[in-house]
């Protein structure tokens, strides 16, 4: 009887041991059950965190297609960036952005988070190459140091030449390109058709009437030439330019020139307290004088052989790429240029 009931607590023993095993098979599966779950949310809070990095950095390299007159300003040019773009899910996710400037590429690093878990992509936008016309000052020379910017100088806008640049220093141009390289094929065609028999510079010219065009003889002189109306001067300028002394050229009103030297010769240029002028003189050696302060800057710009900038401090030059783009040139349309994303080229390192 005894032996029966040893018999009976062995069969309770075992029943025990075999609901522990289960027991503990259970939780084992359950772990792994919720492990798996765990894993499979990381996953997907994973591939929310890429697709925010991703159009993160697409929105940003949009936002610089779209405006790239500020590209030189990397910093301030993100921190313009509506706050939506760095935001779209509210607290469930955001998007991280850092952007830097690397000669003619923009690095975007994007970093998305969702529900704490992140990733990140990099987009490198390499910026399409500059043309002549994007250039506030440029020297066409391949000598060293062609382009002197002399005492401070303000540009608004890029400056750039073929070799190196004097006393770069001394200006707060925010984009200054050395050793372009950019050859004397790709100037812009001028059209000398569009100006008639020579004739002597005059002191005043209208352009009330609409853009004047003027072929004139080069002259030394202490003149003061004023140009006025709501349009564009062409003046061809055929030998040596110089205003020296009191001399000037001042533009009133809406008033523009465009003046074009194109044999090679000197020019030497004073400009007034408001001056709205382009100097394109791609064989000449240009001297600017001076014109253009900071309440009233130069506007306009110079294509030379070589730059000598004003000997006094506070001159300012702001870029009128415009202007330029109105000039007497027959192929001016394919240098241009351009600003939709097929100008610039994406690659992602991830």
């Not at 939506?84 to 469930?92: R, V």
């Not at 002549?132 to 005492?151: H, R």
């Not at 302060?293 to 415009?322: K, R, W």
């Amino acid at each position: 009887m005894l032996k029966f009931l040893d018999n009976k607590g062995s069969s309770l023993t075992l029943v025990l041991i075999v609901l522990m095993i289960m027991a503990v098979l259970g939780s084992t599966a359950l772990f792994a059950m919720s492990s798996e779950g765990k894993q499979a949310a990381r996953h997907d809070h994973k591939v929310q965190a890429y697709y925010l990095a991703r159009t993160g950095a697409e929105a940003v390299s949009e936002y610089i297609i779209q405006n790239p007159n500020n590209i030189s300003d990397i910093d301030m040019l993100i921190s313009s960036i509506p706050s939506d773009m760095t935001n779209p899910l509210g607290n469930n996710g955001s998007i991280a952005i850092e952007a830097v400037r690397d000669d003619n590429k923009v690095i975007i690093t994007s970093t998305g988070i969702f529900k704490g878990v992140e990733d990140v992509v990099v987009l490198e936008l390499t910026l399409p190459g500059f043309s002549l016309l994007d250039y506030a000052i440029f020297t066409l020379s391949y000598q060293p140091d062609k382009m002197d910017l002399k005492n401070n100088i303000s540009i608004v806008g890029p400056i750039g030449s073929n070799s190196t640049i004097a006393t770069k220093n001394k200006t707060d141009a925010p984009d200054i390109t050395e050793n372009a390289n950019i050859p004397m094929s790709e100037l812009p065609q001028f059209d000398a058709s569009l100006f008639p028999a020579i004739t002597s510079l005059q002191n005043n010219y209208n352009t009330s009437s609409g853009d004047l065009y003027v072929r004139v003889h080069g002259e030394k002189t202490n003149r003061t030439i004023t140009v006025e109306g709501n349009n564009i001067l062409h003046l061809l300028v055929q030998g040596e330019l110089e205003l020296h002394g009191n001399g000037e050229i001042k533009t009133e009103g809406n008033s523009k020139i465009i003046i074009y030297v194109m044999d090679g010769s000197e020019v030497t240029i004073s400009g007034g307290s408001r001056i709205n002028a382009f100097v394109y003189a791609p064989y000449s050696v240009v001297t600017w004088n001076g014109g253009g302060s900071a309440t009233e800057p130069m506007l306009g710009g110079f294509i030379a052989q070589e730059f000598n900038g004003p000997s006094s401090n506070g001159q300012v030059i702001e870029h009128d790429v415009n202007l330029l783009l109105q000039g007497a040139f027959t192929n001016i349309d394919e240098l241009v240029t351009g600003t939709g994303s097929s100008s610039f080229e994406r690659h992602w390192s991830k």
